[in-house]
């Protein structure tokens, strides 16, 4: 079970590390970071939590909210997880946590 959470927990912090990175390029970009390499690479790999967000979001949520809302719900389960995680380091012995 603690593995389970820590896996969960680190691609939850990817996805996290992803948008926030996509947001800072996407900012010194400008207008032509569809062209940047770098941006579209970080596209691809925060899309599944972004079409996840869309997915789940109602329709009058605009696309260009959606990254905001992403990380909102990650950063809510991101806590989750390390809350879950040192519940279960409490209750297993302090060396299996390390």
Do not use: Y
Request: proline share 3%; glycine share 4%; net charge positive.
């Amino acid at each position: 079970m603690l593995l389970t959470v820590i896996v969960l927990k680190s691609l939850i912090e990817l996805s996290l590390c992803f948008i926030a990175a996509r947001f800072a390029l996407g900012i010194i970009a400008g207008a032509n970071r569809q062209d940047n390499v770098f941006w579209q690479l970080l596209d691809i790999a925060a899309r599944p939590a972004l079409w996840l967000t869309r997915r789940v979001s109602p329709g009058v949520i605009l696309d260009r909210h959606i990254p905001l809302a992403a990380l909102g719900w990650l950063m809510t389960a991101w806590v989750l997880m390390v809350t879950f995680k040192v519940e279960l380091c409490t209750l297993a012995s302090a060396a299996r946590c390390r």
